[in-house]
């Protein structure tokens, strides 16, 4: 069961660089999700989304563009990566708002 | 933004020992979660809390869902040292995660 799936693991970037870090699920989920976890703090949302076609920002959403053309993915956009921007980026999905989510692996952002 | 208060931010305990942990928020949650966390992983879900007042056990974990929806507590009985981890509460809805408990196991 592959369950989230995030893409890539780490990510070196340059400052002023773009990338697109890419989230797959195969549970079916509705709602999906992008956290950013600096070190030793907690996790804070970026952008979610409760369907295919809508989505809607989280706690720190600047820097950040997201799309959901399809039930199963979640891409996560940077345009112009910043030092700020480097943490690791955790994709999740839950069936619904008031349920459990579950978490990729992460991805481990680094922008110099 | 809402915000959940997670207490304490670390403990260091006896193989053995049981372990006591909170969560407060000022706002309502429906729904409350415990997650754990492995050093380069992703959070996994321990428990799901889905109504008031509820106490929920899996294996040696016990959660309690408050009465006025604003707050959890997550104890773990006869801590081993794979338990060592961070443990995250958070609140349904779209998810809020607390800041954590670091937890560390002397064996």
């Known amino acids: 069961n592959a369950g989230v799936t995030q893409t890539p693991k780490f990510r070196i970037l340059k400052i002023g660089q773009s990338m697109t870090l890419q989230c797959a699920q195969d549970?079916?989920?509705?709602?999906m999700y992008w956290y950013r976890q600096d070190p030793g703090m907690g996790l804070k949302l970026i952008y979610y989304?409760?369907?295919?076609?809508?989505?809607d920002k989280g706690e720190v959403p600047n820097g950040y563009n997201v799309s959901r053309s399809t039930t199963e993915d979640f891409p996560l956009r940077l345009e112009l990566a910043a030092p700020s921007q480097t943490s690791v980026y955790f994709c999740?999905?839950?069936?619904?708002?008031?349920?459990?989510?579950?978490f990729g692996q992460g991805t481990r952002l680094t922008v110099v | 933004g809402q915000q959940l208060n997670q207490s304490p931010q670390s403990m260091f305990i006896q193989e053995g020992e049981d372990v006591s942990m909170n969560c407060t928020s000022s706002?309502?949650?429906?729904?409350w979660l415990w997650y754990k966390q492995d050093p380069g992983e992703g959070p996994v879900l321990l428990i799901a809390?889905?109504?008031?007042?509820e106490l929920t056990s899996n294996g040696r974990l016990t959660a309690q869902f408050g009465i006025t929806r604003k707050d959890s507590f997550l104890n773990i009985s006869a801590s081993i040292p794979s338990d060592v981890g961070i443990y995250f509460c958070?609140?349904?809805?779209?998810?809020?995660f607390g800041k954590g408990t670091r937890l560390s196991v002397i064996a």
């Open positions: 999740a999905s839950s069936l619904g708002t008031d349920y459990g989510a579950f």
């Open positions: 549970m079916n989920h509705n709602y």
């Open positions: 989304s409760v369907g295919a076609g809508i989505t």
């Open positions: 706002s309502i949650f429906n729904t």
């Open positions: 809390l889905y109504k008031a007042g």
């Open positions: 958070a609140g349904a809805g779209p998810l809020v």
